[in-house]
Every structure is written in structure tokens, then in C-alpha cells.
């Protein structure tokens, strides 16, 4: 599963020991399992490698995903060794701050973060390995997921777009660079991106074994355990040759490579089940819990963190905290999205005592959407709306108090109810003084729809959108409780924990049973968000391709 939590941070530790490692790199093999790129006693170069897996999409759908890999036809893929000499370049990015996809470097210090020697045959094998990795092409189909739009995408990328290498003697002290291609180096900013233990990662002996350990590095992050065909794994995830055909054979390509990692730490125990082409490969997390609970195997400090130039910040923290500041100047530069929402509300004229009760009592999830209500109270303020002219604040503190009923200008909803409006068919929409009723801001009508106080008889496009939103609420829960099956008990109550901390000052304010419905739901939402669960719009989209 790609979908993994990105919102736990800490300070990194030593910067000699811990990098980072791309996750969408981490998922499948990118180089050949050897040092050399020849096809077995043919001595013919291999120029392309295919590796695929069927997955469980976000509707419970089987996904076929496949990544294909194309060498340049001069230097060919690259080599078990130049995959260590590109987590050395992500090194080098991680120590600059991700601030640009142009990095400068010395060849010496790169040499040294790879514990190559350093002599001149190093720096010939390195050149001719950043001419392997900037002549990578790689097609992902279904297989390229994108942590800014929550979604798997297709997508054909390379890894490096140039690089120039000077030596110093006859430019000076002019020194080196590359330049990440852009999708790599966007899918590092919005943060798809997991600590990785570079030195353990270089100390292990064999190719079998580092990538294995980068496999397992990335999905023991919510479980402590990983079952998988030991043919889906030798052959998709590490890039075993297929010359291998029997399980038999596989064992001892894995075996030395799995008892490396047991000895190390990093696994607490295996054991192989079923035979033949049912062979399974049960691993276990030396720590015997999920990273996402603090497990380190053998890193002591491995949460996924994401990086912001010198410090690290929950990446939706900052893109809750970058709007409001945006939205307000006296937003103080802090990591906490509720406080940055809270001072918002205070500076549009709700008082303080009242903005708290409102925030703290929302899960998180609904800040994302509370930040589009400020905006679009902006606007309506802006443009003197008849909406707010009465009272702004009032207006602002019942949408953000009911922002799920709120409509916004984005939701498809808003669409089928302006024209009942203007159509004069919805409860309180007409603005002629012959309609008896109240008007009703159209933000506040989908309330009355769904609560049965608007009228039945409006246009038959309505009724479709509330019965599919039915429909996706439905295929949303038995979603989420589907996916919360598959999570360790221990995850399960790391999160209530953490929705009963957050929402503490409800205690005493609601019944006992109401409270606990409150948690439930927080951990719902806590579950959806980690495995990317999608929303009405995307469903939607996904629902009419497959009809």
C-alpha cells in the first residue's frame, strides 16, 4: 500500500546516518540485481526491465499496476551499484534542504557518503553511473503515486535531466552538479518521501539484500508484519532474474539475503508457507510493532517526516498554516494548523473564547475544509454579498459550526441547488417577496434536504446527486471498515489516543455515548486519510469510467 501517513514529525538525528528514500522508488526495483547490465551467459545488454502487481484499489477494485525501465541505448540500465550512487545524490538534496533540483556537489563528497574509496577508478565508475541514471526513462502505469493529488497516476519520467562534472584543475573551484528531473523532484517536495538508514542500508552485503531491506523499509511503516508469493516478491518487488522458475531456486537467492537482515536486526523472524507457486514469504518487523507506533528496525528514530528546507513540519500543517498566513498577517509561523485556523476566525471578528470552542472540537480532517469557508467568506465580503451584509460574523461562525452542511461554490452540489434557485423550486430560494417563506442562504440548504424540510418535488437532477452521495457514503463506510480490518490492534488504538487527546475539552460538554460516537468517527477519518480513501468527486469520476 503507497498510501502512507505523512503528518508525524520529529528532529532528525545525526545527519551522517539518516537520509531519505523516495517511496514510489522504493515500490518496485529500478536497476538489475548485478554490476554488470548482460543478460546471463548471452553477454547481450538488457535495455529494458518490466515489473508488475495487481493491488487493491481505494473501492476494494483490482488495480493492475506495472513499471517499465528503458536505458539509454549507449550506457544501458543501470547497475545494483548505481542504485546506491542515486540514494547518494538524494543524500546530498536532503542535506541541501530540498531547496532546488539543481544540486551542487564534489565528487569527493559524494564518494565519501557512498564509503567508495578514493581513487581514480571511484570516480571513472561514478561518471559512468550518472550516465547510466540520467539515461533512464520509466513508465508507470497505475503504478506512480502522487502524494499532492492522493491518487495513483500514469506517468513516464526520468530520474536525472543533466549533469556536468568539473575536476577543478582547469575551471577552478567550480564545482559539480545535477539536476532532478521535475516529477522526482515534485514528488520529494509534497513529500512522498520516508527516513531512510543510508549507512545500515550501505553496510548490507549483497544487492538482494538492500533491496529487500528498501521494500520492507517502506511497508512495515504500519504493520509489523508483511505475508507476500514469494514469486511476487523475488521477481516484481526485488528483481530476481525469472530465469529462476521454482521456488526452490528463489530460496536461495533469498534466503542469505533475509538471514543478513535477521542477524542485523531489522527482521525478528521469517518463515516460508504453502509450496510451489502458492509460496508465500511471512516476514517480521524486528521491533515486532509498525513504525507508525514508534517501531525502529534497526533505526532508533524512523518516523516518515517531511522536509521543508531546514526543518521538518507536518506537511499538512503547512499547507494549512501557508494559507491562513496568506489569509492573515499576524499569523504567527507555528506547526499548528488549529492555532493558525483559531487566529483566522479571531481577525474576521469572532472573539477568541468562541473560535476555540469552535476549532478544537473539529478533527483534523476538517480544518482542510473550514480554510475553503474562510476563503469563500473573503469573497463574499469582498464583492458586499446581500449573504454577509447583515451580519458577516454570524454568517462565518454557523458555516464554520456546520461546515459538513455548508456548501461551497467547489462541492457539485452547490450547482443543482442554484438552479432550484433560480428555477424558484427550493425552500426559501426565490427572492421575490411572493414566497412566504424565510430566505435561506443556498450554503445552509443541503441541511434542509437532507433533513427532509425542503421541498420533494424538486428537479430529478437533485434527487440523482443526493442518491449517488448516498451511494458514496455508503461505499465509504464499508470502505474504511474494510481497510480498518487490516490495520494491527495497536495502530487502532494509537488512534484513538490521539482523537481523545485532541478533542479532551469535549469531555463533560456531550453524553458519554455521544463522546465515544465522536471518537469513532475520528478514527474513521484518521483511517481514511491514511490509505488515501477517495472523495464523492474522485468516486464519482472512478464510478462513470467503470459503467
Given amino acids: ?161 543533466a549533469y556536468e562534472i568539473n575536476d577543478g584543475r582547469d575551471l577552478g573551484p567550480k564545482p559539480s552538479y545535477f539536476i532532478w528531473s521535475e516529477a522526482l523532484f515534485k514528488s520529494y517536495k509534497v513529500g512522498f518521501i520516508k527516513k531512510f538508514d543510508l549507512e545500515f542500508y550501505l553496510d548490507l552485503k549483497s544487492a538482494v539484500s538492500k533491496r529487500l531491506f528498501r521494500y520492507l523499509d517502506k511497508h512495515f511503516w504500519y504493520r509489523s508484519r508483511i505475508q507476500v508469493n514469494i514469486f511476487t516478491l523475488a521477481h516484481e518487488k526485488i528483481g530476481i532474474s525469472r530465469n529462476y522458475i521454482y521456488a526452490s531456486s528463489l530460496r ?160 457539485r452540489r452547490y450547482q443543482a441547488f442554484s438552479e432550484r434557485r433560480s428555477s424558484g423550486a427550493a425552500d426559501g430560494l426565490g427572492s421575490s417577496a411572493q414566497s412566504p417563506r424565510p430566505q435561506v442562504p443556498l450554503a445552509f440548504i443541503d441541511s434542509r434536504v437532507r433533513t427532509g424540510a425542503a421541498r420533494s418535488s424538486g428537479p430529478k437532477q437533485c434527487s440523482t446527486v443526493n442518491t449517488e452521495e448516498s451511494d458514496y457514503l455508503i461505499s465509504r463506510k464499508l470502505n474504511i471498515k474494510r481497510l480498518t480490518e487490516t490495520l494491527e490492534p495497536e495502530v487502532l488504538k494509537k488512534m484513538e489516543k490521539e482523537v481523545d487527546q485532541a478533542l479532551s475539552k469535549l469531555k463533560g460538554l456531550i453524553s458519554e455515548q455521544r463522546f465515544k460516537e465522536v471518537i469513532e468517527h475520528g478514527v474513521e477519518e484518521k483511517v481514511a486519510k491514511l490509505f488515501a480513501v477517495p472523495g464523492f468527486e474522485e468516486w464519482l469520476s472512478l464510478k462513470r469510467k467503470l459503467n
Fill in 252 to 411: 536461495q537467492q533469498l534466503d542469505p539475503a533475509i538471514e543478513e537482515l535477521s542477524t542485523s536486526g531489522f527482521l525478528s523472524k521469517y518463515e516460508f508457507i504453502g509450496k510451489g507457486r502458492d509460496t508465500e514469504v511471512v516476514l517480521y518487523a524486528g521491533s515486532g510493532k509498525p513504525r507508525v507506533l514508534g517501531g525502529a528496525s534497526p533505526m532508533k528514530c524512523d518516523k516518515v517526516i517531511h522536509v521543508s528546507n531546514s526543518k521538518a513540519m507536518d506537511d499538512e500543517a503547512i499547507d494549512l498554516q501557508t494559507a491562513f498566513s496568506s489569509q492573515t498577517a499576524h499569523t504567527s509561523q507555528t506547526a499548528n494548523p488549529y492555532e493558525a485556523v483559531i487566529q483566522a476566525l479571531c481577525q474576521r471578528g469572532i472573539r477568541e473564547p468562541q473560535a476555540r470552542r469552535l476549532i478544537l472540537e473539529r478533527p483534523f480532517e476538517a480544518l482542510s475544509r473550514i480554510r475553503l469557508i474562510v476563503e469563500h467568506f473573503d469573497s463574499l465580503t469582498s464583492s458586499n454579498s446581500k449573504l454577509v451584509s447583515k451580519n458577516p460574523v454570524g454568517f462565518l461562525y454557523r458555516a464554520v459550526e456546520n461546515y459538513r452542511e455548508f456548501l461551497l461554490p467547489s462541492d
Fill in 1 to 161: 500500500m503507497d498510501e502512507l501517513p505523512l503528518n508525524e514529525f520529529i528532529a532528525p538525528p545525526s545527519p551522517k546516518r539518516i537520509s531519505r528514500d523516495e517511496m514510489n522508488l522504493a515500490e518496485f526495483p529500478l536497476t538489475v540485481l548485478s554490476t554488470r547490465n548482460a543478460l546471463p551467459g548471452k553477454g547481450k545488454e538488457i535495455k529494458t526491465l518490466e515489473f508488475s502487481d495487481q493491488v487493491r484499489g481505494k473501492n476494494g477494485e483490482v488495480v493492475n499496476r506495472s513499471w517499465i525501465i528503458t536505458g539509454a541505448d549507449k550506457f544501458g540500465l543501470p547497475t545494483s551499484s548505481d542504485d546506491e550512487v542515486l540514494l547518494g545524490l538524494l543524500k546530498l538534496t536532503v542535506d541541501g534542504g530540498f531547496t532546488d533540483r539543481k544540486v551542487y556537489f564534489s565528487r569527493y563528497e559524494l564518494l565519501k557518503i557512498l564509503k567508495w574509496s578514493t581513487e581514480g577508478r571511484s570516480y571513472q565508475r561514478l561518471q559512468k553511473a550518472l550516465d547510466r541514471l540520467s539515461g533512464v526513462r520509466i513508465k508507470a502505469t497505475n503504478a506512480f503515486y502522487d502524494n499532492e493529488s492522493k491518487s495513483h497516476s500514469t506517468r513516464n519520467f526520468g530520474l536525472i535531466d
